[in-house]
């Protein structure tokens, strides 16, 4: 099960995954990779929810997945 985490903590699993912070509309932060994934998070509240951390975690593992992989769950 996934626990919330603070905002701290998940902006530098992004940032250490390759994520860049590229437009904020609002009171949301999208964080683009340059594999194209992209993640939206809130911006100014001290912790992040459970479904966003699981969102986070999703697009950091689809964006640090060797190509090849990517090719064989397309395939299949």
């Not at 966003?52 to 950091?60: E, K, P, S, W």
């Amino acid at each position: 099960m996934v626990k919330e985490e603070p905002t701290r903590k998940v902006t530098k699993r992004l940032k250490a995954a390759g994520f860049t912070r590229t437009d904020s509309e609002g009171s949301h932060g999208k964080w683009t990779h340059p594999s194209g994934a992209h993640v939206s998070i809130p911006d100014g509240h001290r912790t992040i929810s459970p479904g966003v951390v699981r969102q986070v975690n999703n697009a950091i593992t689809a964006a640090t997945k060797p190509a090849d992989d990517v090719r064989k769950g397309e395939d299949a």
